[in-house]
């Protein structure tokens, strides 16, 4: 049986790359059994979306270059 | 500075500027931080320039000091409103291991969810406000990880080439920066 400490981990290991059988098997069953784990999971959901909001830019820039000739030349200058 | 350095950093300033001045836009939303994010970056690369080992490759170089800029702006940006201070990795690891006790099991098992209501809490400007209070506490290692995943949203396999991360390594850090915001989220979440 997982501990909650384990399972956490597993839940947050989830998002980033793919559980073995073995560890997805032994997460569902904790989770199944575990109130606090089962939270845990929600919250961890909700910062990964609430971290994706935070960061969200403001204006969305479609181009690869900017042009900015007085940046150049700002920077340049103080070289 | 010697001339051929300044050269070479010339022609860099030349063919790399609008492209990462363009990505720093897209980042900050400010073309004033935009504009001197991009300019530090150069003179920090002027600085470092004697220790680069690939010069012929030095795109891959300024995005990478251009980037943890970036980062390090909104960390600013958190400290100036938070009270709490950075904690050391060994501090923010004893924190969340805090969270279990002698048996791995949660020492506040209390199941009651304080952020029950997903859709309301991200559209609420104050537990936006209060993660961001928390975030000021991420030892930096860990925010860079949490930066360079969810502000540029770079793929795995880069971050750890560039954090110098296994795998295992990165999931395990933002597993921990995780539980360290859950648990500063819910101290002043109320």
């Given at each position: 049986?997982?501990?909650?400490?384990?399972?956490?981990?597993?839940?947050?290991?989830?998002?980033?790359?793919?559980?073995?059988?073995?560890?997805?098997?032994?997460?569902?069953?904790?989770?199944?059994?575990?109130?606090?784990?089962?939270?845990?999971?929600?919250?961890?959901?909700?910062?990964?979306?609430?971290?994706?909001?935070?960061?969200?830019?403001?204006?969305?820039?479609?181009?690869?270059?900017?042009?900015?000739?007085?940046?150049?030349?700002?920077?340049?200058?103080?070289? | 500075?010697?001339?051929?350095?300044?050269?070479?950093?010339?022609?860099?300033?030349?063919?790399?500027?609008?492209?990462?001045?363009?990505?720093?836009?897209?980042?900050?939303?400010?073309?004033?931080?935009?504009?001197?994010?991009?300019?530090?970056?150069?003179?920090?690369?002027?600085?470092?320039?004697?220790?680069?080992?690939?010069?012929?490759?030095?795109?891959?170089?300024?995005?990478?000091?251009?980037?943890?800029?970036?980062?390090?702006?909104?960390?600013?940006?958190?400290?100036?409103?938070?009270?709490?201070?950075?904690?050391?990795?060994?501090?923010?690891?004893?924190?969340?291991?805090?969270?279990?006790?002698?048996?791995?099991?949660?020492?506040?098992?209390?199941?009651?969810?304080?952020?029950?209501?997903?859709?309301?809490?991200?559209?609420?400007?104050?537990?936006?406000?209060?993660?961001?209070?928390?975030?000021?506490?991420?030892p930096d290692k860990w925010r860079i990880a949490i930066g360079s995943k969810y502000l540029l949203e770079r793929k795995t396999d880069e971050i750890c080439q560039e954090l110098?991360?296994?795998?295992?390594?990165?999931?395990?850090?933002?597993?921990?920066?995780?539980?360290?915001?859950?648990?500063?989220?819910?101290?002043?979440?109320?």
């Open positions: 049986m997982l501990s909650c400490k384990k399972a956490t981990a597993l839940i947050d290991k989830k998002y980033e790359q793919n559980l073995s059988f073995k560890e997805g098997f032994q997460l569902k069953l904790h989770i199944l059994m575990c109130d606090a784990c089962c939270v845990y999971e929600k919250q961890s959901k909700l910062i990964s979306k609430a971290l994706s909001k935070f960061f969200q830019t403001k204006v969305s820039v479609d181009k690869d270059t900017i042009e900015n000739k007085k940046l150049k030349e700002k920077i340049i200058s103080k070289l | 500075m010697e001339d051929i350095k300044k050269q070479v950093i010339k022609d860099w300033v030349l063919e790399y500027s609008d492209r990462l001045y363009a990505w720093a836009l897209s980042k900050t939303s400010s073309i004033e931080t935009a504009e001197d994010l991009v300019q530090e970056t150069f003179l920090a690369a002027v600085v470092s320039f004697d220790n680069f080992k690939n010069k012929e490759n030095p795109g891959t170089l300024l995005y990478s000091i251009l980037n943890h800029k970036i980062i390090d702006q909104y960390r600013k940006k958190s400290s100036s409103t938070s009270s709490l201070s950075v904690l050391t990795e060994n501090q923010a690891i004893a924190s969340t291991d805090g969270l279990f006790n002698a048996d791995e099991r949660w020492m506040n098992r209390s199941n009651k969810s304080l952020w029950e209501d997903e859709t309301q809490l991200l559209d609420n400007n104050e537990f936006i406000q209060i993660m961001e209070f928390c975030m000021a506490e991420l110098n991360y296994t795998t295992t390594n990165y999931w395990q850090v933002i597993h921990r920066a995780k539980l360290l915001l859950k648990k500063c989220i819910e101290k002043y979440w109320n």
